[in-house]
């Protein structure tokens, strides 16, 4: 029986009831259909969850396909499409490599392919929903394969289509849209810009650009490094929360504030955090809010499912007690409620 934590980036996690890797498409959907009507749980690199010490009653399928389909012209740039279990940020690496732009903000972000429209993953004023162009994926309720436009993933800040339907649909490849090129967009996130030297609006080099995402990332203890325990974590546990302009106004005069489309009012989850009462190093059993970054609940070595849960409980308590706003876990919770 497989023990879940030995798969997640967390180190936690009990034994799953079946657990099965799978490297094909057809051995994906072959593993869904062997599952019936089983629960399951959709695992790529394991860093974005949080499983409980009870493990999971159900069938674990493990995503490891790579493919790889690409199409380059000149003047659209270049059409990749990528299977569900290729890593991340090797992914990002090649595109860099290659001379295409376009992901180096979202270097350094840990998990698969698969994972990242589900997600919108996001970081340093870009999320991955600029760039996909389709996402197929196969419909555990229609028993078939189905494709979604951009448009039809309904993404939005750290959500889609998929993550509002959980359970029903598994990312078998996403096809991305990267331009050639050798500069970025305009910087617009602050502190990229001054890591770089350059102003908000500037644009940079893209190999440049990575290289300082990858050194901010793992200056926060966002980057996986099996060496150093303040990074076994599973990135940013919380959400920044998005609120009406009346709570935003609630909020202290420097609490961080950007005005979303929709006229609500995006704060900042570290900042609230740091600002209820809740301090780096601060430590639950074997959990512990990382050395580098409030926004990362750790695992100082012997570390309990429930021991991270309850520091993400006082965490979230603290901010509502201090703030009056609910902190939303980012990381998917399985078995687990905050």
Known sequence: MAELRDYTSLRVGGPAQKFVEVGTESQIIAAIEAAGDAPILIMGGGTNLLIADSGFDGVVIRITNHSLQAEIDACSG???????????????????????????????????????????????????AEFITRVRTYDRQKKSVKTFTNQECEFEYRNSHFKSHPGRYVVLDVQFNLREGELTTPITYSELAAKLGVSVGEKASVTATRKAVLELRGQKGMLLNPDDKDSWSAGSFFTNPIISKEAAAQLPADAPRWPTADGRVKTSAAWLIEHSGIHKGDAHGGARVSTKHVLALTNSGDATASDIAELAKSAKRAVYEKFGVTLEAEVNLIGITL
Do not use: C, K, M
């Open 78 to 128: 270049a059409t990749l499409t990528i299977g569900a279990g290729e890593d991340w940020d090797d992914f990002v690496s090649t595109t860099i490599d290659r001379g295409f732009a376009g992901l180096e903000t979202l270097s350094g972000i840990p998990g698969t392919v698969g994972a990242a429209p589900i997600q919108n993953i996001g970081a340093y004023g870009h999320e991955v």
